[in-house]
């Protein structure tokens, strides 16, 4: 015990406690700004100046999903689009086995290169009125859940964060060594 009555040796587990209060103390509060933001992914960005939450990435990349297969149900009945709609499907089910949010944005950008390739094929096959309102239906759901993404708030939040918090001493040295998982852009 005379280990701890030397001045020096309490000095350093002074400091070592300290420091590990702090760490500690990081990946409560920075851990919890970064699982905020992901949940916003999820759940949509409040605005502040619009006053409500903004669509979340999430819903549109359902909806993405969905109307790609629906775009994939209507090329099904010409066989020479097969490649087109095989293409499709793979991305489609490239976004839904996706789990980070790097991945389901990659996965979201191949989605949509895949149906850009398709919808102008579609549209020279179909004579139904019906089956055309459909596919006008899905390509303009492709496009608008597009834009709903760009302004979702989602990157801003993620920008805001990084330069905010993560960018400020000593969290910048510190939120690695805690272990805190920095959100990703999308």
């Given at each position: 015990m005379s280990v701890f009555k030397n001045r020096r040796t309490a000095v350093i587990i002074t400091v070592i406690l300290c420091l590990l209060a702090l760490v500690i103390g990081v990946r409560r509060s920075v851990g919890r700004q970064a699982a905020d933001i992901l949940e916003q992914f999820e759940s949509g960005v409040r605005s502040s100046s619009a006053g409500y939450t903004l669509p979340s990435v999430s819903a549109q990349l359902e909806a993405r999903s969905n109307a790609?297969?629906?775009?994939?149900?209507?090329?099904?009945?010409?066989?020479?689009?097969?490649?087109?709609?095989?293409?499709?499907?793979?991305?489609?089910?490239?976004?839904?086995?996706?789990?980070?949010v790097t991945a389901r944005s990659e996965a979201n950008a191949a989605l949509g290169s895949a149906c850009d390739a398709l919808v102008p094929l579609l549209e020279q096959q179909l004579t139904d009125a019906d089956k055309i309102s459909a596919q006008k239906d899905y390509a303009g759901?492709?496009?608008?859940?597009?834009?709903?993404?760009?302004?979702?708030?989602?990157?801003?939040?993620?920008?805001?964060?990084?330069?905010n918090v993560l960018g400020l001493f000593p969290v910048n040295v510190l939120y690695r060594i805690a272990g805190?998982?920095?959100p990703d852009y999308f």
């Open positions: 790609s297969l629906g775009l994939i149900s209507l090329a099904a009945q010409y066989g020479e689009l097969s490649e087109k709609s095989d293409a499709v499907r793979r991305a489609r089910e490239a976004l839904l086995d996706a789990g980070s759901i492709m496009s608008n859940t597009a834009r709903l993404i760009e302004t979702s708030g989602y990157n801003e939040l993620v920008s805001d964060f990084r330069s805190v998982t920095v």
